[in-house]
């Protein structure tokens, strides 16, 4: 997926000062590309996120999401939007980062994926894989990494609806984005949607 960024001092100070008591420009910020932008808020990140789920994030997620098998079978590098459903085997929240350990068809009772299910969601998966978020977009990278941590805000927010309870065993489907798995390790889910599809037989 994509990076986003985040957010100095004695010298700004001093500069105003002078401009103050010697002349009556204004003195507006300057962009990155030394362009006078004309505003001086700073970046939020919540509010960029905000402005760009609905209309942007999960309508990229609806269209160019691929399927948990294809993508087990495929072993594609780097983040990707996937859908799919699995078999929950077990439910782990013995830290803050919460999964769901699922097994996808052709169920074999054997974890393929673990979805996160927070309350702590971490990394920058879902940034990354939405391919409409650059870098390029940011004026840094400190507010690259603010847009990641706001998705994923936006993600634990909208997981605290989801009740963990009683889930061993039910078929649960999904979307969101999906990280490299480390070494031997499980393919992690960032869900944007989550549901029960069926319960434990």
Same mark, same amino acid.
């Given at each position: 997926m994509?990076p986003h960024?985040f957010?100095?001092?004695?010298?700004p +100070?001093?500069?105003?000062?002078?401009?103050?008591?010697?002349?009556?420009?204004?003195?507006?910020?300057?962009?990155?590309?030394g362009?006078?932008?004309g505003q001086?808020?700073? &970046?939020?990140?919540?509010?960029?996120?905000?402005?760009?789920?609905n209309?942007?994030?999960?309508?990229?997620?609806?269209?160019g999401?691929?399927?948990?098998t294809?993508?087990?079978?495929?072993?594609? #590098?780097? +983040?990707?939007l996937?859908k $799919? !459903?699995?078999?929950?085997?077990?439910?782990?929240?013995?830290?803050?980062?919460?999964?769901?350990m699922?097994d996808a !068809?052709?169920?074999?009772?054997?974890?393929? +994926?673990?979805? !996160?299910?927070?309350?702590?969601i971490?990394g920058?998966t879902?940034?990354? #894989?939405?391919?409409?978020?650059?870098?390029?977009?940011?004026v840094?990278?400190?507010?690259?990494?603010?847009?990641?941590n706001?998705?994923?805000d936006r993600?634990?927010?909208?997981?605290?609806?989801?009740?963990?309870q009683?889930l061993a $065993?039910?078929i649960?489907? &999904?979307?969101?984005a999906a $990280?490299?798995?480390?070494?031997?390790?499980?393919? !992690?889910?960032?869900?944007?949607?989550l549901a029960?599809?069926? $319960?434990?037989?």
């Open positions: 994509k960024c957010r100095g001092a004695t010298f +100070a001093m500069v105003s000062m002078v401009l103050v008591s010697c002349t009556p420009w204004t003195v507006r910020p300057i962009d990155k590309s362009v006078d932008s001086s808020r700073p &970046f939020d990140a919540g509010q960029y996120v905000d402005s760009i789920w209309a942007k994030a999960l309508p990229a997620i609806s269209a999401a691929v399927d948990l294809e993508l087990l079978r495929s072993h594609r #590098a780097g +983040a990707v996937v $799919g !459903e699995g078999r929950v085997l077990r439910v782990d929240t013995s830290s803050r980062t919460g999964m769901l699922i !068809e052709p169920y074999d009772g054997r974890p393929d +994926a673990a979805v !996160e299910i927070g309350p702590v971490r920058t879902l940034r990354d #894989a939405l391919p409409f978020i650059q870098f390029s977009q940011f840094n990278q400190l507010q690259f990494a603010q847009v990641g706001a998705l994923n993600v634990s927010s909208a997981l605290k609806s989801f009740s963990n009683d $065993g039910s649960v489907v &999904f979307s969101g $990280g490299q798995p480390s070494e031997g390790g499980l393919l !992690e889910i960032v869900p944007v949607t029960v599809k069926r $319960g434990r037989p």
